[in-house]
């Protein structure tokens, strides 16, 4: 009894002090091949150039074309809106019970109330232009340094 009560101690503390010496070795040398300091740059300089063309969000108008409980109608809408004007962005959101398609980024109101002229050909007369958040792409400016 004396001698498991004496011996459990005694091998825990000599594992204890054999991980604590392992902790502490010298760690093993790794030979890196060139090539990984050119990716390495590569991906500084891809990251350098994001950082020049960002898009930010800031006060502008979109037109709400389509606010409706039926999903497919939304999504036919947004399709048709792709095919007519695939430079433009249009966001699909779904707020309980309707699906509302925005379209558009638009710093001013003049800007939405000339392409609201133009959908409203498409897509009828219940077009609404509304403040929102619109993305903008960032000028190409020289990327601070790291």
């Not at 994001?50 to 039926?70: D, H, Q, Y």
């Amino acid at each position: 009894m004396f001698k498991q009560r004496f011996l459990y101690p005694l091998a825990l503390m000599i594992v204890w002090g054999l991980s604590a010496n392992a902790q502490f070795a010298k760690s093993p040398y790794v030979k890196r091949d060139p090539r990984v300091d050119k990716l390495v740059d590569k991906q500084i300089e891809l990251n350098k150039q994001a950082l020049r063309v960002r898009t930010t969000l800031e006060p502008g108008f979109r037109i709400l074309v389509i606010s409706t409980n039926k999903r497919d109608q939304a999504i036919d809408a947004k399709s048709r809106l792709l095919k007519i004007y695939p430079d433009q962005k249009s966001y699909l959101f779904y707020q309980s019970p309707y699906f509302k398609l925005q379209f558009g980024n638009f710093k001013t109101m003049k800007e939405a109330d000339m392409m609201k002229k133009e959908l409203v050909l498409d897509f009828g007369e219940n077009l609404i232009i509304i403040p929102s958040q619109v993305e903008v792409k960032g000028e190409k400016q020289e990327a601070e340094n790291f």
